[in-house]
């Protein structure tokens, strides 16, 4: 998968900076949220990942965006595809916009559309949303491209886009397992403190949750002892992950993709 630089810096070549780097970010945390199961965030970021990509666009087309208070996604896709056919590209009047309205629309009704009695819709709404938000970075990554690099070139990065995610962690009768290339007993650690963050964690779960992954207990006590310059233990055993532990749990699961 190209990485979120390369992305920014390709896609400079052709729209607004401060709206692509909003857009990559929130590409970013979206997959985050998937691979956490929190679908709600997932969905939320999908949200504002369509509303940087909007002002991409409507700031491509040589117009200038209203003040945030006034932005309304709505109107900015309807204005797209009234934009001259002869001027823009059906990507940019139409099939980007309209990938769009589906992935807003989601978004800004979560849980609205759905009667309280139903199966909890949140987990395919995600799926759902994170597959579309993936082609439209795909396509406007594509779009700032064309001509730049070779056609083959331009389909490996879309690719590395669009790849199906799947979700990291997995939860059976209560019990939270991770899906990770490299299980060591200090990773495995780091990742449940990092999965309950911000709250705290007892060390006895930490312990668990090593064990479970298939390290002894000894093992998962000396783990439990190497992250101690990475959390913050209240005295009763509530661990709760610092700063550089967040940095190092999100690194160790960005090489995990």
């Known amino acids: ?61 040589g117009n200038s965006l209203p003040p945030d208070r006034d932005f309304k996604a709505g109107k900015i896709m309807d204005d797209l595809e009234r934009l001259p056919k002869t001027a823009f590209a059906d990507t940019i009047r139409i099939t980007i916009p309209r990938a769009c309205r589906f992935v807003y629309d989601v978004a800004s009704n979560r849980g609205a559309r759905h009667d309280p009695g139903e199966i909890d819709p949140n987990e395919m709404d995600a799926n759902a949303v994170v597959s579309i938000a993936s082609w439209i970075m795909a396509e406007i990554l594509r779009y700032s491209q064309r001509g730049s690099l070779d056609p083959s070139a331009v389909a490996s990065l879309v690719a590395g886009l669009v790849q199906k995610r799947y979700p990291f962690i997995e939860e059976v009768g209560g019990r939270v397992r991770f899906h990770l290339t490299k299980k060591s007993a200090r990773g495995i650690g780091l990742v449940a403190l990092w999965h309950k963050y911000p709250s705290p964690l007892c060390s006895t779960e930490v312990i668990d949750a090593i064990v479970r992954h298939g390290h002894s207990q000894k093992n998962a006590r000396v783990a439990l002892s190497r992250l101690r310059d990475v959390v913050d233990d209240d005295g009763e055993g509530n661990l709760r992950l610092l700063a550089p532990g967040v940095r190092e749990a999100e690194e160790l699961l960005a090489g995990n993709r």
């Open 1 to 61: 998968m190209p990485t979120a630089r390369h992305v920014e810096e390709m896609l400079k070549d052709v729209f607004d900076p401060v709206h692509t780097d909003a857009a990559v970010e929130h590409f970013q945390r979206m997959l985050e949220e998937l691979q956490k199961r929190d679908w709600e965030q997932t969905i939320l970021r999908s949200g504002k990942l369509v509303e940087a990509v909007l002002k991409s666009l409507w700031l491509h087309a």
